[in-house]
């Protein structure tokens, strides 16, 4: 995100004699930052706001009275003339760095943080040589756990406070406390109130020394023996930008690596610590075709040509493949391809939310036709106005988006939870209403008739529409807030509140979960969302923002590469779809290839699988769904591919290999090739960047996209050339592709 | 002429009368100057728990990356060293060892040292990486007395401690003896708190 310049004035200022220019407001020790000049720190994180607690920022700052200064809570201002290495700097920090260290208990050889410890790293540049105390140290009893995945160490807190400020204030969780005062100052748990938040893990990684450790972590390496490769989290559609630790063959911690339009510089410990998928034993290693009824052990060679034998037999009616949400854009891509090209079906699909009209208008690029898609960003949510989460709960299932949520009403956003169920948001939500499973739909549809009968709508498209909004209103005339009110036990005037302010606000992000639209009874539910919004003009404004939060790291670029019955990589229609997820797993195929999915754990009959006659597998364990394979081929994890993920915000991240691949298994899009020249296709890709060559001539939506382009941010695919950096989806004047409301039926 | 062969000759009588430097190796064997470094020993502290505390130091200082460890946690059932860590795994790889000494000088604990095996050859490669077992001494052997096994090169190189050394942290000691290095804490891990030290558990 680029800093604001253009609203914020600009300050002048000089840090140990270079010129600086920052924006009004920045503190010292960013300037300095800015400026390339270290100022050691350890209560002030740049994601919070200051503190001034450990005394360790000192700079001098002349005509200022009382020097040293502590340059974490000092605002720039014009002229400031800043020295951070004279003599009284250096002898403060001395002073800071040996009261830190007078109950230090120095077990750096055996803590966790030592490598890359601030505390020995600030001793080592700014600290005194020399201790001159030398009674006894302190001694408290060995790491005291503080929740199922964190230690804590109090002889190593500094009590700097930085994991308390960040439960409370960031992540808004009970459970960390700051105990006691003065020099017996530290960490404690909340008698009354467990720390079980999901971003635990972010006060392990901010703690500057190891007083909060990780459990996972322990004792498994040191800094120095790990190799870091940036990537992103597999965890959930947010897409986090992570650093992936490795050693020799294991995955032993994600750390954030920030990213301020995506995850702001935190995690949730899902992603955090759910690598164990990776590192399992049980992976499989060698490939296993059945054999007497039994799958046995084969080589690569003999597994890709029964596979290429037994889907070569069928005729493509009787073939259907289904996707991933998991897999790489590349690969799902190219299992489409394989499926579309080589065995001539479109039965193709994968396991996702419910959206009407899955085709897009591809001259106009109309973004009025694609329900599927978040039309504002996660950053645009800072400074949205009105949040109404309409049956999604962001904390379990794209938790980092809850913080963002949360940074929204520290930003003075009014938060609305509408849902079935009760979620962890609720306390600190301005509006909580509880509604009957399956209600979300009626609930949108309310909400638009209330926007129709009071006039409140807004917007170009509105009044481009406007000519048939009465029509539209007759449509909706039973979803009067009374009626609803009295099904869902709430009261009409607060339907009718919410109606006007999501038609008032500068911005109003409305977003459901997308797997609520399987719900019985939310079947339109992305379309009655989005009529909302291009109603109450929360498409095109900036800030706001309507559409699905999807479920896993790529289900947008599965989408979007055409992993669809009824659609080819971008959206574009076809003429003869196939059949979706549901048609083919309840026996509408006779040969089904399953590339990383597990569709046993949605059918009511799983060993209805036994009937077909070919199932291929392509997975890293021996999932439910393989159990019942005639082949089974093992393949890699995100750790150890190269690819890339769309996430919910239709941002493509390159996905890097961390690791070396697991001996014997191969990534997927390796296995298509391979099963695709055995059905002469003559694919010649030698590796994933040729894959992404190709979808960027072929896939509209992806044009420009190239690896060096996805740099180590990202870039978010474009609709028209729309005003992105805003939150802006696209021009206003575009959306009306077809003159008519377009969605709901 | 004469004159060379009785030169030549008196040398050859001088040389019969010495004592030869070879010796008859294998049955015999030469003993090692006392900066002679061999292979490596992990040593245990005289009560038999292993000194070696798992913190890879060692393994970041050797130049040849010939030490791989894996670490882990001690518990009351199964105490190993003192403190929190041990050395589950513990492998030095003699064929990438340049026997430099940098593993003895780094580790804090005094737990690793070159000793005066010399005898590593094998027709297998994968014999010449040492596991624990083969590289910890037993159990009382610990004794460091006159068992040339510990002593260790340690005590012959180490740079005398100045008799008043400026101490980053304070030990009881009060001198540097080139064992406790900087980290007087390590090994010793959960320390009964001090009745005398302000706060207690
Ligand atoms: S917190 Fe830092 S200084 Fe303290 S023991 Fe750990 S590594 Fe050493
Ligand atoms: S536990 Fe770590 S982050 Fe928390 S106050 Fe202590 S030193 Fe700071
Ligand atoms: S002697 Fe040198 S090369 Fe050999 S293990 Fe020790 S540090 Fe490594
Ligand atoms: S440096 Fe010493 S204590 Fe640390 S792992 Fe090596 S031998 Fe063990
Ligand atoms: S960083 Fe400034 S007082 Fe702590």
Known sequence: MSQPTNDVPMVNLTIDGRQVTVPKGTVVWKAAQLAGI?????????????????????????????????????????????????????????????????????????????GECELQDFTLRYGPGASRFDLKKRHFQKPIPVSENVLLDRERCIACQRCVRFTQDIAREPGLIMEERGFRTMVGVDPNAPFDSIFSGNTVEMCPVGALTAKSYRFMTRPWELRRTPSVCPGCAVGCNVRVDVRVDRVLRLMSRTNDAIDDGWLCDRGRWGYAAVNDPDRLRVPLVRKNGEL????????????????????????????????????????????????????????????????????????????????GTIAGLDHAQEIILLGADPYQQQPVLDLRIKKALRNGARLTVISAEPSRIDRIAHRVMRIKSGGEAAIARTLTQVVVAEHLWRGTFAEVNETQLARYGERLKDYTPERIAIAFGLEAEDLRTVARTIAGAHGAVIVYDEMTTRTTGNETLAADVLD?????????????????LFSDANSLGARDMGVLPDVAPGYRALAKPGLDYAAMLGGGVRGLWVMGADPARHMSDPAALAKLETLVVQDMRLTATAQYAHVVLPALSYAEKTGSFTNLERCVQAVRRAMPPLPGARADWEILRAVGNRLGLNWTYRSPSDITKE??????????LTREALGSQGQRWNFAGGREADGVLSDGGQLPANGSLPLSH | MANEIIKGLSRTLREMGRKPTTVSYPEQHRSQPARYRGRHVLHRYENGLERCVGCFLCAGACPADAIYIEAEENSEAQRVSPGERFARVFDVNMLRCIFCGYCQQACPTG??????????????????????????????????????????????????????????????????????????????GNLIPDPSSPIQD
Not at chain 1, 348 to 364: L, R
Not at chain 1, 532 to 547: E, K, S, Y
């Open chain 1, 695 to 704: 979808i960027a001539t072929s896939v509209p939506l992806y044009a420009d």
């Open chain 1, 38 to 114: 270290e100022i050691p720190i350890y209560c002030y994180h740049p994601k919070m706001p200051p503190l001034g607690a450990c005394r360790m920022c000192f700079v001098e700052i002349e005509k200022m009275p009382k020097p040293p200064q502590t340059s974490c809570t000092t605002e720039v201002t014009e002229g400031m003339v800043v020295h951070t290495d004279t003599e009284l700097v250096k002898k403060a920090r001395q002073g800071t760095l040996e009261f830190l260290l007078i109950n230090h208990p120095l077990d750096c050889p055996i803590c966790d943080k030592g």
């Open chain 1, 296 to 375: 046995r052990e084969v080589t690569w060679d003999e597994a890709l040509d029964a596979v290429a034998q037994r889907l070569r037999t069928l005729s493509p009616a009787q073939i259907g493949g289904i996707g991933s949400t998991h897999t790489t854009n590349e690969e799902a891509y190219l299992f489409q391809k394989i499926l579309r090209d080589g065995l001539k079906t479109n039965n193709i699909d994968h396991f996702h939310g419910v959206f009407p009209a899955a085709s897009m208008n591809a001259s106009s690029g109309a973004t009025g036709a694609m329900p599927w898609v978040f039309t």
């Open chain 1, 532 to 548: 909302l919004g291009l109603l109450t003009d929360n498409v095109t404004q900036p800030n706001a923002g309507v559409g699905p």
């Open chain 2, 111 to 188: 737990a690793i040292t070159l000793e005066k095996e010399y005898e590593l050859a094998s027709l297998r490669p994968e014999d010449l990486i040492y596991h624990k077992e083969q590289l910890l001494e037993a159990v009382g052997e610990q004794h460091h007395g006159d068992n040339p096994a510990t002593i260790g090169s340690n005590t012959a190189w180490q740079p005398q401690p100045p008799a008043d050394p400026p101490l980053t942290i304070p030990q009881q000691r009060g001198t540097f003896d080139g064992q406790a290095a900087s980290a007087a804490a390590v090994g010793q």
